[in-house]
């Protein structure tokens, strides 16, 4: 369809050829709503910018690389959790560090695909380019089988049908959503699990070291929006 482009005072804009889905309309108009609160967040920062500006000229401490040292410290002593959960990086200036508690509980609430997801993205794709692997994780308080297939360098994992045909995993691991999360986000050993009788093994037990030995370690401090 063909759509005119007019600005507030009704000026033509132009116009433009574009076809677009029930998604692609719903999308865009939530793009378009997430721009307008952008924009308005912005336009009230850059007024408060420029109405402090000779202020912050005459009282702030900058070191030699043009960073605001004092306005940092002042953000610092504000913080409840600065005293016990920060660090300064010397790119980045001040950044807060998550308490460890915090993240354990995030952890623990992750989902089975959750946990899959998050290590599909840790994957080092040359290194684990050869490597073929499948896992079935039998998840017994979810009454549920998920399948991990690891090939070309790619974590592909997804929910088994019951009777639908699939190849045969070369290791079958049955146990709970906590215990997944601790075998394979915990550090929690997969050896002791088995002996513990938290998980049983039908199969070959090592593929889940084989699979952590190709997963990129993350780091939790990657700058967001530096580059």
């Given at each position: 369809m063909?759509?005119?482009f007019?600005d507030?005072?009704?000026?033509?804009?132009?116009?433009?050829?574009f076809t677009?889905?029930?998604?692609g309309?719903?999308?865009?108009?939530a793009?378009?709503?997430a721009a307008?609160?952008i924009g308005?967040v912005?336009?009230g920062c850059?007024?408060?910018a420029q109405?402090?500006?000779?202020e912050?000229?005459?009282t702030d401490?900058?070191?030699?690389s043009?960073?605001v040292?004092e306005?940092?410290?002042?953000v610092r002593s504000?913080?409840p959790f600065?005293?016990t959960?920060?660090?300064t990086?010397a790119?980045r200036g001040?950044i807060?560090?998550?308490?460890?508690?915090?993240i354990?509980?995030?952890?623990?609430a992750?989902?089975?695909?959750?946990v899959f997801?998050s290590?599909?993205?840790?994957?080092?794709g040359p290194?684990?380019w050869?490597?073929?692997m499948?896992?079935?994780?039998?998840?017994?308080?979810?009454?549920r089988?998920?399948?991990a297939?690891?090939?070309?360098?790619v974590l592909v994992?997804?929910d088994?049908i019951?009777?639908?045909?699939?190849?045969?995993?070369?290791a079958?691991?049955?146990l709970?959503?906590?215990?997944?999360i601790?075998v394979?986000?915990g550090g929690k050993?997969v050896?002791?699990?088995v002996k513990s009788?938290?998980?049983?093994?039908s199969?070959?037990?090592?593929?889940?070291?084989?699979?952590?030995e190709?997963?990129d370690?993350?780091d939790?401090?990657?700058?967001?929006?530096?580059p």
């Amino acid at each position: 369809m063909v759509d005119e482009f007019r600005d507030d005072a009704g000026n033509d804009r132009g116009s433009g050829r574009f076809t677009l889905s029930r998604r692609g309309v719903i999308g865009a108009g939530a793009a378009a709503l997430a721009a307008v609160g952008i924009g308005s967040v912005a336009t009230g920062c850059a007024e408060d910018a420029q109405a402090t500006d000779a202020e912050r000229t005459t009282t702030d401490a900058v070191d030699p690389s043009g960073k605001v040292i004092e306005r940092q410290e002042q953000v610092r002593s504000t913080l409840p959790f600065s005293d016990t959960a920060d660090f300064t990086d010397a790119d980045r200036g001040f950044i807060a560090k998550l308490e460890p508690d915090v993240i354990k509980s995030m952890i623990g609430a992750l989902t089975v695909e959750q946990v899959f997801d998050s290590m599909a993205l840790l994957i080092n794709g040359p290194k684990a380019w050869d490597m073929k692997m499948i896992t079935d994780w039998v998840i017994t308080d979810e009454n549920r089988t998920h399948r991990a297939d690891l090939h070309n360098g790619v974590l592909v994992h997804f929910d088994k049908i019951p009777g639908e045909p699939e190849p045969p995993a070369d290791a079958t691991f049955t146990l709970t959503r906590p215990t997944l999360i601790a075998v394979l986000t915990g550090g929690k050993d997969v050896a002791d699990a088995v002996k513990s009788g938290a998980v049983q093994v039908s199969g070959d037990p090592s593929k889940v070291k084989q699979l952590k030995e190709v997963l990129d370690k993350p780091d939790p401090n990657f700058a967001i929006v530096t580059p």
